[in-house]
T-cell receptor, first 115, second 116 residues
Framework: AQTVTQSQPEMSVQEAETVTLSCTYD???????LFWYKQPPSRQMILVIR??????QNATENRFSVNFQKAAKSFSLKISDSQLGDAAMYFC????????????FGKGTKLSVKP | DTGVSQDPRHKITKRGQNVTFRCDPI?????LYWYRQTLGQGPEFLTY????????KSRLLSDRFSAERPKGSFSTLEIQRTEQGDSAMYLC??????????????FGSGTRLTVV
């Protein structure tokens, strides 16, 4: 069975600094997608960034970027120039490629941003 | 289209009562998913539909739980004979089909269930 592990229950960063959230996953599939979702205190999950497993280039979305290490099954999220609004729960998620399957989530990392 | 809508936002019920939640997905999304999230945990998959067909159910979906999507649009999730362990946030999400999961899901704000 596929699993997603986030080893950091909580992280803290100073405003304007950079923080990296860790995620590892376990799968025997070769075709899959990886995601980072943000869940602010209002509880609605928001997609932050996605990565296709077949792409070697790391995805980037403005201040958010990933370090995707396929062989190591590692998918970390880097947030640059952290802002107060970045404070939230962050969930790493995996889904099988193709037309079937459902997202499998890690347990999340709670990010605090200090002013 | 304003995204995925869930109703109600909060529900408090007595143990043993039945409850029903509704989800309205993004109109052009064929796939609809239900997840359960307990405090401090990631969402856990319950079930999903493609159009009106229920394609997969998790073992978490006991026989007290039933989900429907009768016309391939909105969906309902019913919990019969609620137990205190059912207290959680129930999340609905939708996605386009045929894109291999690459688009991710759009989530609703969830229904928070408290069983007393």
């Amino acid at each position: 069975a596929q699993t997603v592990t986030q080893s950091q229950p909580e992280m803290s960063v100073q405003e304007a600094e950079t923080v990296t959230l860790s995620c590892t996953y376990d799968t025997s599939e070769s075709d899959y997608y990886l995601f980072w979702y943000k869940q602010p205190p209002s509880r609605q999950m928001i997609l932050v960034i996605r990565q296709e497993a077949y792409k070697q280039q790391n995805a980037t979305e403005n201040r958010f970027s990933v370090n995707f290490q396929k062989a190591a099954k590692s998918f970390s999220l880097k947030i640059s120039d952290s802002q107060l609004g970045d404070a939230a729960m962050y969930f790493c998620a995996w889904v099988r490629g193709g037309s079937q399957g459902n997202l499998i989530f890690g347990k999340g990392t709670k990010l605090s941003v200090k002013p | 289209d304003t995204g995925v809508s869930q109703d109600p936002r909060h529900k408090i019920t007595k143990r043993g009562q039945n409850v029903t939640f509704r989800c309205d997905p993004i109109s052009e999304h064929n796939r609809l998913y239900w997840y359960r999230q307990t405090l401090g945990q990631g969402p856990e998959f319950l079930t999903y539909f493609q159009n009106e067909a229920q394609l997969e159910k998790s073992r978490l979906l006991s026989d007290r739980f039933s989900a429907e999507r009768p016309k391939g649009s909105f969906s309902t999730l019913e919990i019969q004979r609620t137990e205190q362990g059912d207290s959680a946030m129930y999340l609905c999400a939708s996605s386009p089909s045929g894109t291999g999961g690459m688009d991710g899901y759009t989530f609703g704000s969830g229904t928070r269930l408290t069983v007393v």
